[in-house]
T-cell receptor, first 115, second 115 residues
Framework: AQSVTQLGSHVSVSEGALVLLRCNYS??????LFWYVQYPNQGLQLLLK??????LVKGINGFEAEFKKSETSFHLTKPSAHMSDAAEYFC?????????????FGKGTLLTVNP | EAGVTQFPSHSVIEKGQTVTLRCDPI?????LYWYRRVMGKEIKFLLH????????ESGMPNNRFLAERTGGTYSTLKVQPAELEDSGVYFC?????????????FGPGTRLLVL
């Protein structure tokens, strides 16, 4: 079975500092990997996804993530945090099997950005 | 293009009552997924429709939950009778069949509180 581990349920950074949110996955097949963000009182919004093309994936709002097969990781980074980045971030993996790409999520990481 | 919509946004009911959640997917999206997040836990898959057919119900907690997608358009998720542990946020997502990586677009969720 697939699984996702997000290290750190809460990460706090200063405005302008590097954002690093960690995600490790387990999958018996080459995975599709996703990062979603949830702003307060909103739904989940896709930040970026990895689908076996380039290992460095660029997403919206200046975020990017690198797929490292040897480390089974897909960490999310942003060089300089902005106050508007405060939200909860979810890493997810899906399995290619027939027409079902159901997502398996990590527990989420709440990002706080301090002025 | 309208996104995924869910109704109601919030629902507060008493144990033993019935609640029906509705999801309207993005037009043209044949895949429809239901997920749930119980407080403090990760977002978990409930079930998957392709058009009006249930492809995977492996995440449904028990037979108190009934999902339908008549005509392959909107979907409903009925909980009858509701129990305290059913409280949480219910998300609906939709995607296009056959698109590599199959990005799922999420609705804002329905926050269900069972008292």
């Amino acid at each position: 079975a697939q699984s996702v581990t997000q290290l750190g349920s809460h990460v706090s950074v200063s405005e302008g500092a590097l954002v690093l949110l960690r995600c490790n996955y387990s999958s018996s097949v080459p995975p599709y990997l996703f990062w979603y963000v949830q702003y307060p009182n909103q739904g989940l919004q896709l930040l970026l996804k990895y689908t076996s093309a380039a290992t460095l994936v660029k997403g919206i709002n200046g975020f990017e993530a690198e797929f490292k097969k040897s480390e089974t990781s897909f960490h999310l980074t942003k060089p300089s945090a902005h106050m508007s980045d405060a939200a909860e971030y979810f890493c997810a993996v899906s399995k290619e099997g027939g027409s079902n790409y159901k997502l398996t999520f990590g527990k989420g990481t709440l990002l706080t950005v301090n002025p | 293009e309208a996104g995924v919509t869910q109704f109601p946004s919030h629902s507060v009911i008493e144990k033993g009552q019935t609640v029906t959640l509705r999801c309207d997917p993005i037009s043209g999206h044949d895949n429809l997924y239901w997920y749930r997040r119980v407080m403090g836990k990760e977002i978990k898959f409930l079930l998957h429709f392709v058009k009006e057919s249930k492809q995977d119900e492996s995440g449904m907690p028990n037979n108190r939950f009934l999902a339908e997608r008549t005509g392959g358009t909107y979907s409903t998720l009925k909980v009858q009778p509701a129990e305290l542990e059913d409280s949480g946020v219910y998300f609906c997502a939709s995607s296009q069949v056959g698109v590599s990586g199959e990005t799922q677009y999420f609705g804002p969720g329905t926050r269900l509180l069972v008292l």
